[in-house]
């Protein structure tokens, strides 16, 4: 994306969600609808993704206005992948609009709210993403996180980092698509998914109901091998280290064979 020239005034952020959980069609009518107002409006091609890639340019979208509409999935999904990109979140000046539970006829009420005032000219603007990545990966709430490390033993695929009394995603492209068994099984509920289509406090719901939690938590660790977590724990970190060393041996053998065929040119 070429650097953008933003105005002053209130703006409209517009994530087209990269996953499932709304249909294309409906996103599409709700662009439609956006691109009538007269306001600025920037469209994302995915949220997820550019806090991910690239959360320098997710920042300097948030710069520059004095209010920002953000539309895309629910509240605390949006704060945390912000955070990501050391946005610095405003009660006064971000508002939400969340496209999975809100009707057409409450989504934009609350844009034309919003736009009370407003006098300024259409604008369009749209930063795409790499499509070739769906930008699953788990985002932390630190607000419910104890730091106990569980997902990051749990995880195979070394997404996780713990530092110094703190638990961090370093890499999230490495997250396997559609696999959300470390959430499942966080004792504070603190991970999140924003494409998780089932929805509740893993796809990001501003309301937890936390004894549904707790059963569904039970559920899951029940569901696992003895029905042990701890037991699970340490199963896992052995397959970690077991795909590890499997990674590094092939790694070696494949720089091996490199020199090899140098040796015999």
Known sequence: MSEMVLNMGKRIIFCNCGGDRISQERLQDIENNLIDYNAEL??????????????????????GAEEYMII??????????????????????????????????????????????????????????????????????YTRCSACGQCADFCLFGVYQKSEG?????????????????????????IIFP?????????????????????????????????DIYSALEQRKHKRKSIITEEAMKKALEERSGDMNKQYR
Not at 119 to 136: G, I, N, R
Not at 170 to 189: L, Y
Not at 215 to 223: P, S
């Open 195 to 227: 494409k998780y289509k089932q929805g509740g406090a893993i796809g990001g719901s501003d309301s937890i109901d936390e004894v549904s939690e707790q059963k569904r938590q039970a559920i899951d660790i029940n569901n696992l091998p003895d029905g």
């Open 166 to 190: 703190r638990v961090n995603v370093i890499k999230p492209a490495e997250c396997k698509n559609n696999c959300p068994a470390c959430a499942r099984i966080c004792p504070q509920t603190a």
């Open 42 to 63: 920037i469209k994302l091609s995915d949220l997820c993704g550019l806090a991910a890639l690239d959360r320098e340019r997710l920042a300097t979208i948030f710069r």
């Open 72 to 141: 895309g999935c629910h509240s605390r999904s949006l704060k945390l992948l912000l955070g990501q990109a050391n946005v610095e979140v405003n009660n006064h000046s971000f508002h939400y609009a969340n496209f999975l539970e809100s009707s057409d006829e409450d989504l934009f009420g609350k844009v034309t709210e919003f736009l009370i005032n407003n006098d300024q000219t259409s604008t369009f603007k749209e930063d795409k993403t790499d499509s070739s990545w769906p930008s699953w990966y788990p985002v932390i709430d």
